[in-house]
């Protein structure tokens, strides 16, 4: 049997960084927008599906990664059931994420950090060759 998922799609909001009460282990959750082949109306339809990652993928999504980063994602479909705070039982389906591959160059930086090189910042008449 195969239970395998591979996304590419971007985020819709910072992770939210979390750590297990008992063992501490970090534990991130994001919603990825995933692009749909197929347009309704002339619109681009997504699909808004939840990601959680373990570890230090985890910590390391939620210190790089913000709203709007391209992301491409490989885990397991995961279906949980449980009991919402009015005693209704519910399903949530989720992605438990492998792997997170980060795709573009953007990234959550500190203040103090300078900013990136932007080769466009040079004109012809600086270059010495």
């Known amino acids: 049997m195969l239970n395998r998922v591979v996304l590419i799609g971007r985020l819709t909001q ?3 960084l979390r750590y ?5 282990v970090a534990v991130a959750s994001f919603t990825l927008a995933v692009n749909r082949r197929i347009k309704q109306q002339g619109q681009q339809e997504a699909d808004f599906i ?3 990652v373990w570890s230090t993928q985890a910590e390391n999504c939620a210190k790089y990664l913000g709203k709007g980063s391209l992301v491409a994602v490989e885990g397991r479909l995961q279906i949980r059931k449980y009991e919402d705070r009015e005693g209704q039982r519910r399903t949530a389906a989720e992605v438990v994420a492998d792997w ?3 795709l573009d160059t953007r990234n959550r930086r500190s203040e103090s950090e300078p900013p990136p090189f932007d080769d466009a910042m040079i ?7």
């Not at 297990?20 to 501490?24: K, L």
């Not at 004109?123 to 060759?129: R, T, Y």
């Open 123 to 129: 004109g012809d008449d600086d270059v010495p060759f």
């Open 14 to 16: 910072d992770p939210e």
């Open 100 to 102: 997170v591959q980060f």
């Open 20 to 24: 297990t009460p008992t063992s501490g």
């Open 50 to 52: 939840p990601i959680v």
